[in-house]
């Protein structure tokens, strides 16, 4: 029932930059947490960075410095802001929006994926 369709991938060059989009059908008040993780070749997925409505961000250590994440609440949007890529950033990049409680993972969703690769 809910969908959330990311965009703003493609290629960019080592050193350049990309922002991603994803926006999420209903209210993002629904979604205590929303984030990104991605997918390289031949790896599992992995946490790029996260925030709740609470306004904690959390990066993964290889991005830390480079990527920042925002919400957009109204709009019911998460962005990513990619700054100094690296071919190491080659992945598909997924949306995540999930609501938690003191209970566990109460819903939670997913993107389809959207291609980042870059050039060395």
């Known amino acids: 029932q809910v969908q959330l369709v990311e965009s703003g991938g493609g290629l960019a060059q080592a050193g350049g930059s990309l922002r991603l989009s994803c926006a999420a059908s209903?209210?993002?008040?629904?979604?205590?947490?929303m984030g990104w993780y991605r997918q390289a070749p031949g790896k599992q997925r992995e946490l790029v960075a996260t925030?709740?409505?609470?306004?904690?961000?959390n990066y993964a250590d290889s991005v830390k410095g480079r990527f920042t994440i925002s919400r957009d609440d109204a709009k019911s949007t998460v962005y990513l802001q990619m700054n100094s890529l690296k071919p190491e950033d080659i992945a598909v990049y997924y949306c995540?929006?999930?609501?938690?409680?003191?209970?566990?993972?109460?819903?939670?969703?997913w993107g389809q994926g959207t291609q980042v690769t870059v050039s060395s």
């Open positions: 995540y929006a999930g609501r938690t409680t003191s209970w566990g993972i109460l819903y939670d969703y």
């Open positions: 209903g209210t993002a008040f629904r979604f205590n947490v």
């Open positions: 925030a709740t409505l609470g306004g904690s961000l």
